[in-house]
């Protein structure tokens, strides 16, 4: 894995492997020097230019549209109601601080 040099920050990972919805999750990653790859629980995603997806898993090459999570919640590409998941560390700093939900700090969608 590259160096990172900068600050992780928390954001909203979507596949687009099976489709324009696919499962979800909010979670803490870091970026390379170049901000070019983001890099998240062991997986490298790489930059690309396309329709439904800005990013590639490097392993498998699978889509993904990667973004900053929005205050409203609404982070995905196309309209869905399948839930997204939350990681464990950072469920409380994405409700109180990108949500301003403080009384949802605890839930995992």
Not at 42 to 51: A, E, I, V, Y
């Amino acid at each position: 894995m590259a160096k990172s040099s900068k600050t992780p920050r928390i954001m909203y990972m979507e596949s687009k492997a099976d489709g324009l919805n696919g499962p979800a999750r909010i979670g803490r990653v870091t970026f390379s020097k170049t901000g070019l790859s983001i890099y998240y629980k062991g997986k490298t995603f790489l930059r690309t230019r396309g329709f439904k997806a800005n990013y590639f898993d490097a392993e498998t090459h699978d889509e993904y549209w990667i973004s900053g999570p929005h205050r409203d919640g609404k982070d995905r590409l196309y309209v869905s109601n399948i839930p997204v998941e939350i990681d464990d560390d950072v469920r409380e700093e994405y409700w109180t601080e990108i949500r301003k939900k403080t009384e949802l700090k605890n839930r995992q969608t």
